[in-house]
């Protein structure tokens, strides 16, 4: 049963949780590709069919971002009709300086599709596909990043498609790329967190690499031409991104939110926005940061639904410490409020299985849980300075649908809520102190379903 449950659990996590963008899949070596409808399949035909294409090409997928399709449909000229972009590799004829990496525009030309430009991408892979909209001529930018196994950091690549062709306008590395009207101009910007100094050399010495910086960047468009015009200092010891949010409502104005790995399993949070006209990083550079440094759980989410985003932070429930075996963690949501952290929730989060449940704040010296890993169930209970003498207050477990179909619902146990195949049950216990004594309801509404969260 445990392995049933962890394997679909697996799956809908790659489906669904947007922490799993930044999961390095290789598309383009699974088996079966995805199947294209059929107007890609035409555009797909028309590329074959012309003379800019080579004929040993396979289709490359984007691996991030919202953009994940092998041929993408965007309109990106000021004619209203769409345009088509194949991103492929040229697998017959590569160098070490050209690993056949491009990318095709395809346009209609009346109803037919026409293979009209094909252009050269840097890397090996492409990483995201994203648009930025030029208000002034209402012309779509095509911004193609793209990794290198052999470089550290990625490199993005801007496209614009006129009349007399589909050609680079700018270009420069990234380990994050975004697209957002972060200075509120109504022009959307590209931010991105770049390293300086020359990364690209992987011998260079260990003392170099120490004085390596690590920036946030803000290209914008203007006067025909894209500058890099803010910058601020981000982190300089992050392993991997691995969640950015973008969000309007905790501030006021635009934010991003930038869930960093900084150790084996240990995470922090970045926020940037404008302020004052400048572009400032909200808790790096401060006393704060460290107030974001957490494991268990990598990714800020608005837990409790109010559109302002919380950035969570972990420590031991009562009973536990670093030599407990099976540690169970409370973990605490936090709002930034005019630069002080402000509790907002506290919470038992199951991250790996995607679920949780809010707990009152009121209990958070005076309730643990215990964690029946062979039952898939989880007990919370009166803590009295030992895990002995346990009043249990309730208890959540996770069985399957199928299961509960053929032996039935488990004695004591209601449904909180079904996820896929996996259902959520919980069981509650009359306790002596009215306090801990919750009702079905208030069970059903603290529940918390990760997979909902923050998409
Ligand atoms: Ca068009
Ligand atoms: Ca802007
Ligand atoms: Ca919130």
């Not at 849980?369 to 062979?374: C, F, H, I, R, T």
């Amino acid at each position: 049963m445990k392995r049933i449950i962890a394997v679909i659990l697996a799956c809908l996590c790659c489906i669904s949780l947007t922490g799993c963008d930044y999961v390095q899949t290789d598309i383009d070596s699974m088996i079966s590709p995805p199947k294209m409808t059929e107007q890609q399949a035409d555009i797909y035909k028309a590329m074959k069919k012309s003379s800019l294409v080579e004929d040993d090409v396979v289709l490359k997928y984007p691996q991030n971002g919202t953009n994940r399709s092998a041929i993408v449909m965007q309109d990106i000229d000021t004619e209203i009709s769409e345009e088509a972009m194949v991103f492929y590799k040229n697998v017959s004829k590569t160098t070490s300086s050209d690993m056949g990496l491009k990318i095709c525009l395809l346009d209609q030309i009346d109803g037919n599709w026409k293979a009209k430009w094909t252009v050269p991408l840097s890397g090996t892979s492409i990483d995201q596909v994203s648009f930025l909209k030029e208000p002034d001529t209402n012309q779509k930018f095509v911004i193609v990043g793209t990794s290198d196994e052999k470089k550290t950091q990625k490199q993005y690549q801007v496209f614009s498609y006129t009349q007399q062709g589909f050609y680079e306008v700018y270009t420069n590395s990234y380990q994050v790329l975004e697209v957002y009207d972060l200075n509120q101009d109504g022009r959307d910007e590209i931010i991105t967190v770049v390293q300086s100094g020359d990364l690209q050399d992987s011998k260079a010495t260990v003392k170099e690499k120490t004085q390596i910086e690590t920036m946030a960047v803000v290209t914008e468009y203007l006067g025909g031409q894209f500058h890099q015009t803010y910058q601020t200092p981000m982190n300089q010891i992050v392993a991997d991104y691995i969640k950015i949010t973008k969000n309007e409502d905790s501030f006021g104005r635009p934010a991003l939110f930038l869930d960093e790995l900084i150790g084996s399993s240990t995470y922090a949070t970045e926020i940037l926005t404008f302020s004052d006209g400048q572009l400032v990083n909200l808790t790096y550079g401060s006393d704060i940061f460290s107030q974001t440094v957490r494991t268990q759980v990598p990714s800020c989410y608005d837990i409790n639904r109010d559109g302002k985003i919380e950035i969570p932070n972990t420590s031991f429930m009562p009973g536990y410490n670093e030599e407990s075996e099976n540690p169970v963690y409370l973990t605490k949501w936090y709002q930034l409020e005019n630069g002080v952290f402000q509790l907002v929730s506290n919470t038992y989060i199951n991250y790996a299985q995607g679920f949780g449940i809010i707990l009152p704040q009121t209990w958070e010296q005076t309730v643990s849980a215990n964690s029946v890993v062979e039952k898939d169930e989880i007990d919370f209970y009166i803590y009295q300075d030992n895990t002995e003498q346990q009043e249990k207050i309730f208890t959540l477990k996770m069985d399957t649908s199928a299961n509960i179909r053929s032996t039935g619902m488990p004695t004591g146990y209601f449904e909180i809520m079904t996820m896929g195949q996996i259902v959520f049950l919980a069981k509650l216990y009359q306790t002596s102190d009215p306090q801990y004594n919750l009702t079905e309801q208030q069970l059903k509404e603290n529940f918390i379903d990760l997979h909902l969260m923050g998409e």
